[in-house]
């Protein structure tokens, strides 16, 4: 269950309540009342660095005590951190406050289960169903209690450094690294500071309007040029809730999570492993799916989105997957998307091939990909329209073997995504211009 929200003014709806404080209110009323029919057990409330974490932590809290619910509260601490914790505590869920790499003025909840993985369907509907039943609180003698995780910050950094498992460490090696004013600001920095590393920092600064903002893994350009100017060996950029990373090389060069997958996956596969692919997403580039397969790895493309992925995963028994947007599962380490653990399999993967970041990546070359999108009026009326099915079968056949052809309608937005990918660069963004105007021309 994972719900994102604007806080100026009321921006969607959860069935037919609209979001608001006191949606939050009765959405943990709700949740406690599904957990207090198992035993009264605790749940685990974290958030990120955004100012309207501090009202909806509030109202999350209220609604969970008022079920008869016992709480830890974490503060801000990144989203992966708070699955590893629900683990640690033996809690029987977590909750995440946060909207990951949107701004300051929008957020969001996500709920993670007792082993810190999505909760069960069953669960998710239990819950929403509770939210059509009358607000009670329990007798004052059953409300809930509330206590104050201190140490939750070492606990997690503690186990970020568990999963680095390279016998060089970090000594000698120069890292800029960007919290992007979001949950990480105070955990990232020593967890590669107390693997050796020299670290020097930016975007740690969170003032609640700031997360996000021109920084972060979705405004990597102040980090390049940090990297550059300060002549470190890498960059590395979280999101404002810590579950996606990118890096920047010495040279100043982006490397995305296409590319970081390719390391993780690469440097640990073999023959004689458990595991014998690798899952990505429509949008993974194709050079990952060509450099994969080079190596003997297979490939597998789900839906866009961290929850495809993870199936995906749990469907073939793989435990490497991730999106281009630096969204990287490493299922031997933990058990969701975490962009430090995912750094730090990267970083273990240059240390013992004894390389950098610019040399370690060069194993996969990337397609060239244009990306246009397009307003449409109503998602429904792309499907089945001949003159569209045409033209993208058309540029299919000009491109054959060597690029792919993806429509594909936002979830979020009422535009279509169309992308054409292939080794030819302008023969890409040529034939991506053309069919986006077909597109626009028939249901824009």
Known sequence: MKRYFGTDGIRGTVGEYPITPDFMLKLGWATG???????????????????????????????????????????????????????????????????????????????????????????????????????????????????????????????????????????????????????????????????????????????????????????????????????????IAFDGDGDRVIMVDHRGELVDGDELLFIIASSKFSKQSAWSGVAGTLMSNLGLEVALRGKGIDFARARVGDRYVMSELQSRGWIYGGESSGHLICLDATTTGDGIVAALQVLAAMQAQGCSLADIKSGMAKFPQTMINVKIAKREMLAANPAIEAAKAGIEKKLGNKGRVLLRPSGTEPVVRVMVEGDDAAQVSQLAAELADIVKQQVG
Request: net charge negative; charged share 20%; proline share 4%.
């Open 33 to 235: 009342k599904v957990f207090a029919q198992h035993g009264k057990g605790k749940v685990l409330i974290g958030k990120d660095t955004r100012i309207s974490g501090y009202m909806f932590e509030a109202a999350l809290e209220a609604g969970l005590c008022s079920a008869g619910v016992d709480i830890n509260m974490l503060g801000p601490m990144p989203t992966p951190a708070i699955a590893y914790l629900t683990r640690t505590f033996g809690a029987q869920a977590g909750i995440v406050i946060s909207a990951s790499h949107n701004p300051h003025q929008d957020n969001g909840i996500k709920f993670f289960s007792s082993e810190g993985a999505k909760l069960d369907d069953e669960i998710e509907s239990s819950i929403e169903a509770m939210l059509e039943q009358d607000f009670s609180v329990v007798p004052s003698s059953a409300i809930g209690k509330v206590v104050r995780i201190n140490d939750a910050a070492g606990r997690y950094i503690e186990f970020c450094k568990s999963t680095y498992k390279s016998p060089r460490k970090l000594s000698g090696l120069r890292i800029v690294v960007d919290c992007a004013n979001g949950a990480t600001y105070h955990v990232a920095p020593n967890v590669f500071q107390e693997l050796g590393a020299n670290v020097s920092v930016i975007a740690n600064k969170p003032d609640g309007l700031n997360i996000n903002e021109n920084c972060g893994s979705t405004h990597p350009a102040r980090l390049v040029a940090e990297v550059v100017e300060q002549k470190a060996d890498i960059g």
